[in-house]
């Protein structure tokens, strides 16, 4: 808590949040698999003026093994000045990673050294359970009234359904489940929400049991993946409307609602289509009071010779993109999505949500592709979760997935940790002095001090 | 009882000014209104969508104020002033201590979209929970000994309706002015280095009005 202003990280508007000075450190939650170390938190100097730009500064540990850290964030964000329920003295400070195997959610203390951070709290896998009847916990979002994370699992062994639940601001007890009436949804993946209108959106992928032992192709071959939105009542938690997406459209993923919280619209990625092996983007939008989607940018496979193809692609002869993560500027103007099958980046000019035009592409490894970094360094693996710097002008891109699924594309997976600088009118290259080689261990989200493109909420236009 | 008065003395102009003070004070909290009135303005792209959310707003304050008027106004039947006098300034003493052991916690209830009695409801939930009529109510208790303001006779009950509508005006006119300050000259930013923690001030201002009551009673 802050004892006298506000945390001098919030912001009113997402438009005032690109003043924000340019981040000196990054925290970039990393996998080990298969060797007996934990998993754990990096942190990676990403001040372009300190004597060690782009090493990793320091590597908070967790006392477990085999947790598979995934999404993170903060306990606290912009979204703590929202009227309706202020807390305008929370404090930027606490790092909450949920635990996607384990069910557990360390908290980590980024002060007073944002260095030297440390674990000062783990939630227990009971205590979820037990309080909010979830597990195989996923994605933080930090809310105006309690930190809500949610879960792609019940405490049935792997099944459904998975969603929602709270954590108190201040102690980080589990509050208990968040849904009042979840409706038809079964199954769960990504949330995030239109704060200044009261809804909550939720995506799809699988119970536990459909991917923690890896993919099983025959899933997609049968549809068996989710395929739809979820809007929901933010206020009441209740379930309103459920947008399917088509049964081909296998794997419904991160949600990037509109930063501007008068919009009403946002993107989801869908990873892969049965008939084609084409990825998409969704542009979600309401209409008289309906939600609905419109498909807006579509992204096709890449014929492969069989030859060159991992075991589980060989079957099909080609290089699915696997849109995995997206990202979207706080100014509403620049969407980026990850192919991490093919291996590229793309950048969209989303101004027009409905109609998305391509402003840039870089190519970073790929399946067959295997592009290098223009530093010469050999890249396997694809770009996968992206985060966009707060003033929309550095990209960072990290390599791993999930372990069981990096092991079926990319047998032998190095993981690493790319920049990439984005031009204001549109257009982006790689930063070739920057790379973070990250060994045989596996970086998944990157989270930027004081705040990035997927953490803060503004009710402020 | 004190004898009948025809002119307010300086203590008893005091406490109409204090009552009033108050209102300014909580006017002023961006937790108990003109920001959400301001934020409302904002969604809308309507500028007397923030005058109009003021109306409730202010109404739902008066209400926990009244709520509170209506306590010490029944149990001035029943209780001895003093005792009451002292009562309430244990009960503000004790509310002030939690206050500043738990200044961070805020109800939850509402979101953003909310209807205008809701915000009204919203309005009343943080004024009681804040306890804003209870640090009121050593003043009311104050104004139900004396006469009506400029020596005219008014009864206990009429003075404490007095002095809830003098405490929701000045609240209601300091959300105006500071709203239409942020609004028109200031901007958002202004919530970044001026939301001062209103909190803490709050439970050290409780404990101070519990302290002096308390000093008065005995």
Not at chain 1, 339 to 351: A, F, I
Not at chain 1, 360 to 382: F, Y
Not at chain 2, 99 to 108: D, E, G, I, T, V
Request: aromatic share 10%; proline share 6%; glycine share 10%.
């Amino acid at each position: 808590m802050t004892l006298l202003r506000p945390d001098s990280t919030f912001y009113p508007s997402a438009r005032q949040a690109m003043q924000a000075p340019p981040e000196r450190f990054g925290y970039v939650g990393f996998l080990n698999v298969g060797n007996g170390k934990p998993d754990g938190i990096a942190v990676v100097d990403l001040d372009p003026a300190s004597a060690t730009y782009s090493q990793i500064l320091n590597k908070i540990e967790f006392p477990h093994v085999g947790d598979e850290v995934h999404h993170f964030g903060w306990n606290a964000c912009s979204s703590a000045l929202c009227p309706s329920s202020a807390h305008p003295h929370l404090e930027r400070r606490y790092l909450l990673v949920p635990t996607l195997r384990t069910s557990r959610i360390y908290v980590i203390d980024t002060k007073p050294d944002p260095i030297q951070a440390r674990i000062v709290k783990i939630v227990d896998a009971d205590e979820v359970a037990s309080r909010a009847g979830y597990s195989r916990l996923h994605t933080v979002h930090c809310g105006p009234d309690a930190i809500y994370v949610n879960a792609l699992g019940g405490t049935n062994d792997g099944q459904g359904p998975g969603g929602i639940f709270m954590l108190d601001h201040y102690n980080f007890d589990v509050l208990g489940a968040w849904e009042i009436d979840r409706g038809p949804q079964h199954l769960a993946y990504d949330f995030w929400w239109h704060i200044g209108h009261d809804v909550m959106v939720t995506s799809e992928w699988a119970t536990p049991a459909m991917f923690e032992n890896g993919l099983n192709v025959e899933d997609i071959v049968n549809q068996r993946f989710g395929h739809a939105l979820h809007f929901w009542d933010l206020r009441r938690r209740r379930h309103i409307q459920t947008v399917d997406l088509g049964a081909e459209n296998q794997m419904v993923l991160e949600l990037r609602p509109a930063h501007n919280p008068n919009k009403t619209y946002g993107f989801v990625g869908v990873v892969t289509n049965t008939t084609d092996l084409s990825s998409s983007i969704w542009t979600w939008y309401q209409e008289q009071g309906e939600w609905k989607a419109k498909k807006t940018i579509h992204i096709p496979a890449e014929p492969a010779d069989a030859d060159h193809l991992p075991d589980i692609l060989k079957p099909f002869g080609a290089v699915p993109p696997l849109v995995t993560d997206i990202d979207l500027s706080l100014d509403d103007r620049y969407l980026y999505v990850s192919c991490w099958g093919t291996g590229e980046l793309r950048q969209y000019d989303v101004s027009d949500p409905l109609n998305p035009r391509l402003t840039g592409s870089v190519r970073l490894g790929g399946v067959t592709a295997k592009a290098a970094h223009p530093n010469g360094t050999p890249l396997n693996g694809g770009p996968q979760m992206v985060e966009i710097s707060r003033d929309g002008k550095r990209v960072y891109v990290t390599n791993s997935l999930y372990s069981t699924w990096d092991d079926q594309f990319y047998p032998g997976l190095r993981g690493w940790l790319v920049k990439l600088n984005a031009n204001a009118e549109g257009g982006f290259a790689i930063d070739p002095d920057f790379f973070v080689d990250f060994g045989d261990t596996r970086p998944h989200q990157v989270r930027l001090e004081g705040g990035d493109a997927s953490t803060d909420s503004y009710c402020f236009s | 009882m004190h004898p009948p008065t025809h002119t307010a003395s300086p203590s008893e102009l005091g406490l109409w000014l204090i009552l009033a003070g108050f209102g300014v004070y909580h006017g002023l909290n961006p937790a108990m209104g003109w920001l959400f009135a301001l934020a409302r303005g904002l969604q809308q792209e309507n500028p007397r969508a923030v005058w109009i959310a003021l109306v409730p707003i202010a109404i739902g304050h008066a209400a926990s104020i009244a709520l509170a008027a209506m306590i010490v106004l029944a149990l001035k039947e029943f209780i001895a002033m003093n005792t009451l006098q002292t009562a309430t300034a244990l009960m503000l003493i004790a509310f002030g201590v939690y206050k500043l052991m738990n200044w961070y916690r805020h109800p939850r209830w509402v979101g953003m979209r909310v209807s205008l009695p809701e915000l009204a409801g919203w309005s009343f939930l943080m004024a009681t929970a804040h306890g804003a009529g209870l640090m009121a109510a050593p003043a009311l208790l104050g104004v139900m000994e004396m006469d009506g303001l400029g020596g005219m006779s008014h009864s206990a009950g009429a003075n404490v309706w007095l002095a809830v509508s003098i405490h929701t005006l000045a609240m209601l006119l300091t959300m105006a002015i500071i709203a239409w300050v942020v609004y028109r000259r200031l901007g958002l930013m202004v919530l970044r280095t001026g939301w001062v923690n209103f909190d803490l001030i709050w439970s050290v201002a409780l404990l101070f009005v519990g302290g002096i009551a308390f000093v008065t009673a005995i």
